[in-house]
């Protein structure tokens, strides 16, 4: 939802100067301000203290490694202190829920770290209960453990992993499923960091991060090389969305890097809003890159289902070098809900789509829609380099309702079936500019008109200097449409959209120019 038709010397001039105020947060080794160094928790803790629990073990003992403790509720009497460090017994599982509390005095130097000892992970099973639970807690790790709940339709109502109103949080390894809620909650915290966090077969997400609207507790939060896999929806909420990959909303400063979400969403019990892979929401300055979200799922008669979405409130945002394929709702998602703040000035850059949006109300790659039907708080956006190929379904869509200012394509590939864009944009302003049209059936097709230069002179689109500027070019994709990436760690063996030696496109600003396709690396 979003549109501006801006005269093209002044568009170019006012991308560069918005991407130069960004670049700080815009490249491939970003760092975003204010996100606490990996280094402050990269030193061995230096224990004051060793606890080890071993189902061999007895409460009563004083939980030396020859002399352990037996259960959970004895390391919840404890009182933690810095540097102390509880190991328990790996390929064994504990019942009950931990809980960790404000009593602790840890520092930088010297975390409380819950952790298991030996070959595998410990598991918790929290039952119908939280597996952990940390409350205004601060400098704690927790590393290799497993959480398992009973199941989000059999008896569970909780959160896996809850961490709520701490700072300087730290896990790491974790395997966390059958909780009715999120398989890990953040909430009003800050300098958050999770690591390998794989979450499935939870409800409402696999990951979530929140805080209370509108004050943005949650920042400076890094979620990294995590994986949200069939988290369905959470059988208890009727009114909102459930079944996402990874949300994040009410927060700043949030880095998703190297994560992926699939097969979520497919039991959200409801019809309306639906879920998607990996999204943000009244937000500020999320980084979302080099991520990989497939086969995400709605209800059916539901909407979204969604790869990637910036959603309702998010500013100064960018989702970056990022592969989405075969999901129900569009690939892309350019979003503003009803009773949300402005949203304005983010990026979508070198990202790909392939066959998204076939299932749910999109029926497009990319989806561009604003309930609020305002354009003064939905404003600003910059799409380029991207290629959204799509044998099924249009390139891109408009929603009936899609009131916005500012918004930009250039130097993209869109393929479609057949008509590449489906809907219009209300105001009539959204800028297209150096960007290669293909379509499936027909060569070009937009809004009935077959031929780039007809469509380019009547809509006004696509020309600088009384020039076209679009290409209406066969991109020659080594291998479109026959996606089989499950994980991130295969981007770098990825070639399916790299253009063929003998593509024309290769000569053109598109590909070689400064925001081309060149550009992306997944």
Not at 45 to 55: E, F, G, I, M, T
Not at 56 to 82: C, R
Not at 281 to 298: P, R
Not at 389 to 404: D, G, L, M, Q, R
Request: proline fraction near 3%.
């Amino acid at each position: 939802m979003i549109g501006l038709d801006h005269h093209t010397s002044l568009l170019l001039y006012k991308s560069q100067m918005i991407l130069k105020k960004r670049i700080f947060y815009c490249c491939a080794g970003i760092a975003i301000s204010g996100l606490m160094s990996m280094q402050s928790f990269a030193q061995s803790p230096d224990s004051s203290r060793a606890y080890y629990v071993n189902l061999s073990g007895d409460d009563k003992n004083p939980g030396t490694k020859s002399a352990p403790f037996k259960t959970i509720e004895q390391v919840n009497s404890l009182h933690l202190v810095a540097g102390d460090t509880v190991y328990f017994r790996s390929g064994q599982v504990f019942n009950g829920s931990l809980l960790i509390t404000n009593e602790t005095n840890e520092t930088q130097n010297k975390p409380v770290v819950i952790t298991s000892y030996g070959g595998t992970y410990a598991t918790i099973n929290a039952k119908d209960s939280v597996g952990i639970s940390i409350f205004k807690g601060a400098y704690i790790k927790l590393r290799r453990l497993a959480l398992i709940g009973s199941g989000r339709k059999t008896g569970n109502i909780k959160n896996g992993l809850a961490i709520i109103n701490c700072s300087r949080i730290s896990v790491e390894d974790l395997n966390i499923s059958g909780f009715q809620k999120s398989g890990l909650l953040i909430y009003a915290s800050q300098n958050v960091i999770a690591n390998r966090v794989f979450a499935h077969d939870n409800g409402s997400a696999g990951i979530t991060v929140e805080a209370p609207y509108p004050k943005r507790e949650s920042h400076d939060i890094r979620i990294l090389n995590c994986r949200a896999e069939n988290n369905p929806g959470d059988p208890t909420n009727l009114t909102n969305h459930s079944g996402n990959g990874i949300v994040v909303g009410n927060c700043i400063n949030v880095l998703i890097d190297h994560c992926t979400a699939t097969n979520n969403g497919w039991d959200m019990p409801r019809i309306g809003n639906g879920p998607v892979g990996i999204w943000a929401y009244e937000a500020d300055n999320v980084i979302i890159q080099h991520c990989l979200s497939y086969k995400n799922k709605t209800s059916k008669g539901g909407a979204d289902g969604g790869g990637f979405d910036l959603d309702g409130g998010v500013t100064n945002s960018i989702i970056q070098h990022c592969f989405s394929y075969d999901n129900q709702g569009s690939g892309y998602c350019i979003f503003q809900y009803w009773g949300a703040s402005p949203w304005h000035h983010n990026i979508f850059r070198y990202n790909v789509s392939e066959n998204d949006g076939t299932v749910s109300d999109s029926q497009a790659g990319l989806y561009v829609w604003n309930s609020a039907n305002d354009e003064k708080i939905f404003y600003d956006c910059d799409v380029y380099g991207n290629i959204i190929y799509n044998s099924k379904v249009a390139a891109i869509c408009f929603s009936e309702v899609s009131k916005s200012k500012g918004l930009r394509f250039y130097d993209n590939i869109f393929v479609g079936k057949d008509s590449l864009i489906k809907g219009k944009d209300k105001i009539g302003d959204v800028m297209y500019h150096n960007n290669d049209w293909w379509s499936l059936d027909k060569g070009f097709n937009i809004d009935g008109i077959t031929d780039l230069k007809t469509w380019a002179i009547k809509k006004g689109k696509e020309q600088k200097d009384g020039k076209i500027t679009g290409l209406n070019i066969k991109p020659d994709f080594k291998n479109p449409g026959k996606a089989a990436v499950t994980s991130v760690s295969q981007f770098k063996n990825f070639t399916n959209y790299q253009l063929s030696k003998k593509s024309p496109l290769r000569n053109k600003p598109v590909y070689t120019g400064k925001y081309g396709i060149n550009k992306i690396k997944l």
